[in-house]
T-cell receptor
């Protein structure tokens, strides 16, 4: 069956450290993988997109990697801040017409 | 540029009733998709509309339906509500179909509580 799994429902880290979130998928062949941020009671907000032929993408303190052999994406937030506390969702497309989302990882950055 | 607007933001219904949720996409966006978000299941795809046609449908019962109007605004309807329909319903728009153009733009959602 198809699955998208994100590491541990909750992740707590100290301010200033690097947060690493994992997204593993099974039985999908995505051309794209995306990461979204969701704050409580709000809709998700797009952060980064990475294509299957890209190994790594960066945007300010964010870095995403995409390994189609391992069927895994890693999402890094460097020099984390309390304002980075939120739920992070990975999403992928399979047919080009529909997004599939993981259940998310709740990140808490402790001052 | 205005974002995706969903109404109502909150609503409470009782079992057996029906509900209609509305979504106004970003101007110029022709694709609207709907998602159900619950704590246990995460975001589950309901359906996608493009140019007034349903292009894709998720694995939900027929009680869940939707439509899109010529101005790209979309509505979804849930009939014969069940307790398990309590969720945050999210609408997202993109300029064209699918993932090829990049990001989904989400509204703030409609929080439905079924008593």
């Amino acid at each position: 069956s198809q699955k998208i799994e994100q590491n541990s429902e909750a992740l707590n880290i100290q301010e200033g450290k690097t947060a690493t979130l994992t997204c593993n998928y099974t039985n999908y062949s995505p051309a794209y993988l995306q990461w979204y941020r969701q704050d409580p009671g709000r809709g998700p907000v797009f952060l980064l997109l990475i294509r299957e032929n890209e190994k790594e993408k960066r945007k300010e303190r964010l870095k995403v990697t995409f390994d189609t052999t391992l069927k895994q994406s890693l999402f890094h937030i460097t020099a984390s801040q309390p304002a980075d506390s939120a739920t992070y969702l990975c999403a992928l497309d399979d047919t080009g017409n529909q997004f599939y989302f993981g259940t998310g990882t709740s990140l808490t950055v402790i001052p | 540029k205005a974002g995706v607007t969903q109404t109502p933001r909150y609503l409470i219904k009782t079992r057996g009733q029906q509900v209609t949720l509305s979504c106004s996409p970003i101007s110029g966006h022709r694709s609207v998709s709907w998602y159900q978000q619950t704590p246990g299941q995460g975001l589950q795809f309901l359906f996608e509309y493009f140019s007034e046609t349903q292009r894709n449908k998720g694995n939900f019962p027929g009680r869940f339906s939707g439509r899109q109007f010529s101005n790209s605004r979309s509505e979804m309807n849930v009939s014969t509500l069940e307790l398990g329909d309590s969720a945050l319903y999210l609408c997202a728009s993109t300029r064209t179909r699918g993932a090829v153009t990049g990001e989904l733009f989400f509204g703030e959602g409609s929080r439905l509580t079924v008593l």
